[in-house]
């Protein structure tokens, strides 16, 4: 993932990703966190009606994270061929680089709930800890791109 991540980002056009950088942050990190709760609430809900295997909540977030990273080759791959409009070419491409380092933070925060019990302190935690992981990423690539 982080070769994938690093040729995307060094071939990426800085211009158009900029203008369009919050568009693409919302998408990518509330879109997947999103995502991620949503097939999680889905899963434990037809795990108890029986329509799938029965998991607790907690275990179906963790895979909602794994899960809800998109992969747009195709779009894009279309997108190119008949020249759509580079805004939104940029969208989807940021979104889909982005969303793979949100999901994996989702997930990295998810698993350390399975060693402790969910409450209001520790989720604040989880938070905090999605956060840093984010800043510190974020502080790293800037650092190493200067």
Do not use: W
């Amino acid at each position: 993932l982080p070769a994938i991540m690093f040729d995307a980002g060094y071939s990426l056009d800085p211009k158009p990703f900029m203008r369009n950088v919050g568009g693409v942050c919302v998408t990518a990190f509330v879109g997947t966190t999103i995502s991620t709760f949503i097939v999680g609430i889905m899963l434990y809900g037809f795990g108890q009606l029986g329509l799938c295997y029965k998991m607790d909540f907690l275990h179906n977030c963790i895979f909602g994270s794994i899960i809800s990273a998109t992969d747009p080759v195709t779009v894009l791959a279309i997108f190119s061929r008949l020249g759509a409009n580079e805004d939104l070419y940029i969208r989807v491409f940021g979104e889909s680089v982005l969303n793979d380092a949100a999901a994996t933070v989702l997930y990295q925060t998810l698993i350390v709930f399975l060693d402790k019990a969910v409450d209001a302190k520790s989720a604040l935690a989880g938070v905090g800890k999605f956060i840093g992981i984010f800043l510190g990423s974020l502080a790293l690539g800037v650092g190493i791109g200067l």
